[in-house]
């Protein structure tokens, strides 16, 4: 059974770096063909593609949020994990990380809601 | 980026009721699209991938169809269960990128 947790700060001021962590199980980002993606929801509204990161460490980020993404993974304490720098009220959302195995996110985290707010 | 344009916004059936939704994307997707249920509070939750493969444990009555930059998700009886948003996604070419859903309700 494919199990994924989002954790992160909840709430944060503009200007400071967002760190957030998804915690997996019933999958390992070490076998050939699995990935892991960054997704985020403003509230009522719809669905922004943030990162991928691959088993082979290969990484994708969406250019939109020009430099301010990191995607990294630790395989051995199944976590994959996204930070966002110079953060601010725009950013605001439910982050939701995924596992991906092809064109799709087969398997969603029950999601983090993320303020930022002065 | 290809954008992805979704109809209608919103819509509401009767129980029973065949529904459809289309996407179309700006550019030939070669049947790189997902759909994607999203019930209030809850995380969105894949239903179709590659345009009309059905994803485990997703009832029959759903599927998907479509090609080149045109595509649609059927749902062939609506049901009260099947109140929700509908997001579709295109997954040929970064950024991945999605529709701006379809708001679903019981009539």
């Known amino acids: 059974q494919v199990t994924l947790k989002e954790s992160g700060p909840g709430i944060l001021q503009p200007s400071q770096t967002l760190s957030l962590t998804c915690t997996f199980s019933?999958?390992?980002?070490?076998?050939?063909?699995?990935?892991v993606g960054w997704i985020r929801q403003p509230s009522g509204k719809g669905l922004e593609w943030l990162a991928n990161i691959w088993w082979d460490d290969d990484k994708y980020y969406n250019p939109s949020l020009k430099n301010r993404l990191t995607i990294s993974k630790d395989t051995s304490n199944n976590q994959a994990f996204l930070k966002i720098t110079n953060v601010d009220t725009a950013d605001t959302a439910t982050y939701y990380c995924?596992?991906?195995?092809?064109?799709?996110?087969?398997?969603w985290g029950q999601g983090v809601m993320v303020t930022v707010s002065s | 980026d290809i954008q992805m344009t979704q109809s209608p916004a919103s819509l509401s059936a009767s129980l029973g009721e065949t529904v459809t939704i289309q996407c179309r994307a700006s550019?030939?997707?070669?049947?790189?699209l997902a759909w994607y249920q999203q019930k209030p509070g809850k995380s969105p939750q894949l239903l179709i991938y590659g345009a009309s493969s059905l994803q485990d444990g997703v009832p029959s009555r759903f599927s998907g169809s479509g090609s080149g930059t045109q595509y649609s998700l059927k749902i062939s009886s609506m049901q009260t269960e099947d109140e929700g948003v509908y997001f579709c996604?295109?997954?040929?070419?970064?950024?991945?990128?999605f529709g701006s859903g379809t708001k679903l309700e019981i009539k």
């Open positions: 550019e030939d997707i070669y049947s790189g």
């Open positions: 019933g999958f390992s980002l070490s076998t050939y063909g699995m990935g």
């Open positions: 995924a596992v991906t195995t092809r064109v799709s996110f087969d398997y």
């Open positions: 996604q295109q997954g040929l070419k970064y950024p991945l990128t």
